[in-house]
Each structure stands twice: as C-alpha cells, then as structure tokens.
C-alpha cells in the first residue's frame, strides 16, 4: 500500500506541484487549503508524512503543528516557509516539525526530504533496540520511546529523542553536525545543520540542571558535539 501524504497549502498552485511530483514518486496525497481543515484531516485520518505551510489562513501552521504535537500526532512534518527567517524556522522546529524548506524550492528536493524524514522514520520503528541506556542521572528507554532525568520523566518529539539516543550511543565520541545530520535525520545531500543546533538546544533544555552550562551535551567548538558523563 502506497504511503500518503497530506499537503496543507493556501497556494492552489503550489499544491498542484506539490502532489504532481509526490504522487510521481508513488505516494497518495489529501489536500488542505487551510490550518483549521489541515488539522481536522490530521485528527481524524493517518497519515505516513504532513507538509505543512507556516502561513496558513484560518490557522497557521505552528499553531497546527503544536496542536498536533500536544494530542499526541506524532506523524512527521516537513514546514514549508517562504520567509528565510532563523525565528520562522527555529519556533516550527521547536513545536514539533521535523524539518523545513524554504520557498521557493525545488519539488525534487521536497521529495528527496519526504523520503529522507520517512527512511529515518522507518529505521527507527524498525531497529530500535531494547535495553536501558543510562548515563548518570539519564535513563534512556529505546524500546519504548521514552526517557527521564533523575526519576522525572521527560517528554520528547520523535527526532529529540533519536538525537538524545544517538548522542548516549556514541557517549564519549565528538559527533559533527554533518554526522548527526546524516545519522539521525538520514539526509544523503547537503542539509542545513542548524536543525542540529535547534534540537541540541532543546534537548539541554530538558536534560541539562543548566541548559547554558550543559554537563551532558558539550559543544567541542569548531567540531561537533559529545555526549558525556557529568563530573
């Protein structure tokens, strides 16, 4: 069964090309021409990939996106933006999208991220290992997706806790952003590393006594990241 993809744009030309190409590539779409609709048709149906524009009539979409994340839709989604600005980027990825595109883009690349976001996705339903991995305080759960800090629970989007899980895997290794970009969201072309940098920083904010002085993550200036064992 082909995987479906819903696309929620006001643009009725965007959309056009948007499920030309998609469906080229052998998936099914649904269309929504604005938030409200966008979030009902998610609410109500499954689907495997959300594209979702930031601008949206009705309702935009991090309003939607955070609504989707709050009920517990952890279905992936690829924000379209068509303002290059970091904060635009920054809040959609911190409420829960997956990974974003920049308008105007090419429809190949949309499609090339879609199949990226749905092998990482994949992957992990797939191989993810049983086992508590644990680093001090940290207690990481693969099997059931979940994590906590000292006996406190924590609460995590899907790609937060992939991070969080490969980080604690390679405890003591300097991990690049090209690396973490290519192990944790599977992109096989040139990706914009500061998603990297926005989900670490989210990430020390739930696990860090002190975000800005991290004791478990440690930014190795000009290299990468490290997870390591607090001192």
């Given at each position: 069964?082909?995987?479906?993809?819903?696309?929620?744009d006001?643009?009725?030309?965007?959309?056009?090309?948007?499920?030309?190409?998609?469906?080229?590539?052998?998936?099914?779409?649904?269309?929504?021409?604005?938030?409200?609709?966008?979030?009902?048709?998610?609410?109500?149906?499954?689907?495997?990939?959300?594209?979702?524009?930031?601008?949206?009539?009705?309702?935009?979409?991090?309003e939607?996106?955070?609504?989707l994340?709050?009920?517990?839709?952890?279905?992936?989604?690829?924000?379209?933006?068509?303002?290059?600005?970091?904060?635009?980027?920054?809040?959609?990825?911190?409420?829960?999208?997956?990974?974003?595109?920049?308008?105007?883009?090419s429809?190949?690349?949309?499609?090339?991220?879609?199949?990226?976001?749905?092998?990482?996705?994949?992957?992990?339903?797939?191989?993810?290992?049983?086992?508590?991995?644990?680093?001090?305080?940290?207690?990481?759960?693969?099997?059931?997706?979940?994590?906590?800090?000292?006996?406190?629970?924590?609460?995590?989007?899907?790609?937060?806790?992939?991070?969080?899980?490969?980080?604690?895997?390679?405890?003591?290794?300097?991990?690049?952003?090209?690396?973490l970009?290519?192990?944790?969201?599977?992109?096989?072309?040139?990706?914009?590393?500061?998603?990297?940098?926005?989900?670490?920083?989210?990430l020390?904010?739930?696990?860090?006594?002190?975000?800005?002085?991290?004791?478990?993550?440690?930014?190795?200036?000009?290299?990468g990241?490290?997870?390591?064992?607090?001192?």
């Open positions: 069964m082909a995987q479906k993809v819903l696309i929620v006001d643009e009725e030309s965007i959309v056009t090309l948007l499920q030309f190409n998609i469906e080229r590539a052998g998936f099914e779409t649904e269309t929504a021409f604005d938030g409200l609709t966008g979030l009902q048709k998610a609410l109500q149906n499954t689907y495997d990939m959300i594209v979702l524009d930031l601008m949206l009539p009705e309702l935009d979409g991090t939607v996106c955070k609504q994340r709050q009920k517990q839709i952890d279905t992936p989604i690829l924000m379209l933006t068509a303002r290059d600005e970091e904060l635009d980027k920054v809040l959609g990825l911190e409420l829960g999208a997956d990974d974003y595109l920049t308008k105007p883009f429809p190949k690349e949309v499609v090339a991220r879609i199949k990226a976001i749905l092998r990482r996705t994949n992957k992990s339903d797939n191989y993810m290992e049983s086992g508590e991995i644990k680093i001090s305080g940290l207690s990481i759960f693969p099997d059931q997706y979940e994590a906590s800090i000292n006996g406190e629970s924590l609460s995590f989007t899907r790609k937060e806790f992939e991070l969080l899980l490969y980080l604690a895997k390679n405890k003591g290794r300097v991990m690049s952003r090209d690396q970009l290519s192990s944790v969201w599977n992109y096989d072309f040139v990706g914009d590393t500061r998603i990297v940098d926005v989900h670490i920083s989210h020390r904010e739930k696990i860090e006594p002190d975000s800005k002085h991290p004791v478990y993550i440690k930014t190795i200036r000009g290299l990241y490290k997870m390591e064992e607090p001192q």
